[in-house]
């Protein structure tokens, strides 16, 4: 059964996909939910407050997606490629991902700031986290590739030189924004086929060294 907090947050976003942000009432979120406006502020603060927390819980679904895909029992490239083709789909159905990977936030979306210098700090742990703002897509990027090279390294039975880590963290990183350049504008052949090209089979047992690329 979800906590107060993750119905108003479920109420939240199922309001915006029928009104713009500015027309969500908290009083009809709150409703939706089945819990008082008090304990919508107590945890939120204010709308801006909801705003953050709804783009933040967005952003961690996402990372926690990406890893979802990374464990999976398959070889490196098709990792990356499951993750890159994934990143475009979940953007397209999912306004608000694809405002947070994109920066693109549009009149009909929160475009939620940091709580302002000074505000009183929630009492809420989850709530702190979100008032400190959004993930930039550049913050996402890193995630991603972060991610995918704690993946693709586990279970190595012998290191990878530096040269050759730091041309994995490369391609990961690569993949990672050939999916945001898709979600910017997509491509016939879609990104998949774009990842493969990109990274081959060069993050799996052994890495080429940059000369090689």
């Known amino acids: 059964m979800p906590t107060a907090r ?13 009104v713009p942000w500015s027309g969500v009432r908290m009083v009809d ?50 990792r990356l490629v499951s993750v890159a083709e994934w990143t475009v789909a979940e953007a397209c159905a999912r306004p608000l991902l694809r405002a947070l990977l994109t920066a693109c936030w549009g009149e009909r979306l929160p475009a939620p700031r940091p709580a302002r210098r000074g505000a009183v700090l929630s009492g809420v742990p ?6 400190a703002g959004p993930p930039s897509p550049a913050d996402l990027v890193a995630a991603v ?29 690569l993949a990672a924004r050939l999916a945001l350049s898709c979600v910017i504008a997509p491509v016939g052949e879609g990104v998949g086929t774009l990842v493969r090209k990109a990274v081959g089979g060069t993050v799996s047992e052994t890495s080429p060294t940059a000369g090689d690329r």
């Not at 961690?60 to 070889?75: F, K, M, P, S, W």
């Open 6 to 18: 993750e119905s108003l947050l479920n109420a939240a976003l199922a309001a915006l996909a029928d």
């Open 145 to 173: 590739r972060d991610r995918s090279v704690a993946a693709l390294e586990q279970g190595r039975a012998e290191g990878r030189t530096k040269e050759e880590s730091a041309d994995v963290a490369h391609r990961c990183e």
């Open 29 to 78: 979120v709150a409703s939706a939910a089945g819990v008082s406006r008090q304990t919508l502020y107590n945890e939120f603060g204010s709308k801006d407050g909801l705003a953050r927390a709804l783009v933040r819980r967005e952003a961690d679904t996402y990372l926690h997606g990406v890893e979802r895909l990374l464990a999976e029992q398959a070889g490196a490239g098709d």
């Open 126 to 131: 989850a709530q702190r986290r979100a008032d």
